[in-house]
């Protein structure tokens, strides 16, 4: 089988000269005699037989039609020339159509001297009027205006292929903007996440080993928890740099639902008193789900953590039929300030919304609490 996908891309990575030109040799052969002499007439002289100035006048016609695009500007005046040879001659060849079309490339694809070009083919056409007018042609101003307004049709095409071109340059340009932020978004908010919980984490771990010089048992404890703490650390965000790498293939290492009991662990061992309890049967496909249910819990108890350390914490995660519902509850005195900046709730807000689901936090009757209904 014939890979179309290859010889397509080979032949878009030749020059584009080349990739013009069988259009240029196209048009080149219908004006041979031996398929016809049935052009393009301007006016009612009699067609002459084609001859070596013919021959001349076809090759400046359609010949630079493989240049229409590397060109512009030049290949049109060449054109032209060959057309005025053609009409003023009254060869009348087939040639008069690749004038047409390097008159709508010219209008898509010149870009400097895009006035003084317009101003020299105008000037021609008038020229070429009243050469034929001299000649005997019969044709009066409307016939000549309406000629013109003809040829100038297809400069406007052109020049309105031109513009859909620089909209959808524009479009792509806002895209490419959009998919950069969107990025640039998702990395802000995993390092938030990451870096926020496991430090936050290490420094109430250690500021716990500072009172526990007289128990060594206790202290080894503490120092192993912030060790293994920096080292989890360490790892994600590894995993996160992964992800800035243009090679990078997911390898399906971001955190489930099952790490939460880690992340229970830590927080802890950091003095945070947590009851995790888990209800329900796992979905057998949670797609994204689950690694936005523990962004959610993460970033909870980093807050409880933070702003409202010692307060008891509860965090229930229930399984549903097509959703995985969080519940997250920090009571006590103080836990009212378990909201944080905003900044990582605001993230997880964005988090679930993308993916359908439904996220609240706020002060409750006995401290503070983040719901999130996630879809899996």
Sequence with gaps: MIDTGAWSSRWRALPVTVRDL????????????????????????PTRPFDGWALVAVVLECLPLATRRRWPAASILVAATGFGL?????????????????????????????????TALSVSFVAL?????????TD????????????????????????????EAER??????????????????ELHDVVTHHVTAMVYQAEAARYLAA????????LGAVTGTGRQAITDLRHLLDLLNPEHHSSGREPTIGALDVLVGQTRDAGQPVDLVIDGVEASSTGSGEFVTYRVVQEALTNALKYAHGCPTVVRVSYGEKRIAVDVRTTGTGSEAASGSGRGLNGLRDRVEMLGGTFESGPSDQGFVVRAVIPA
């Design 129 to 137: 009027a009243v050469l034929l007018n001299h000649r005997g042609v």
């Design 86 to 118: 053609d009409q003023g001659l009254a060869y009348h060849t087939v040639g008069g159509t690749a004038f047409a079309l390097g008159l709508v490339s010219a209008g898509a694809y010149v870009e400097r001297w895009r006035a003084g070009v317009m």
């Design 22 to 45: 069988p259009v240029a040799v196209g048009v080149f052969v219908l004006c041979l005699p031996a398929l016809g002499n049935a052009g393009t007439q301007f006016g009612d002289l």
């Design 172 to 189: 792509r340009q806002h895209l490419a903007r959009a998919v950069r932020e969107a990025e640039r978004t998702r990395i802000a908010r």
């Design 215 to 222: 128990d060594p048992a206790r202290l080894d404890e503490t």
């Design 140 to 167: 009066g101003p409307v016939e000549w205006v309406v000629t013109y307004v003809v040829l100038a049709a297809a400069w406007v095409m052109g020049s309105w292929l031109r513009s859909a071109r620089a909209l």
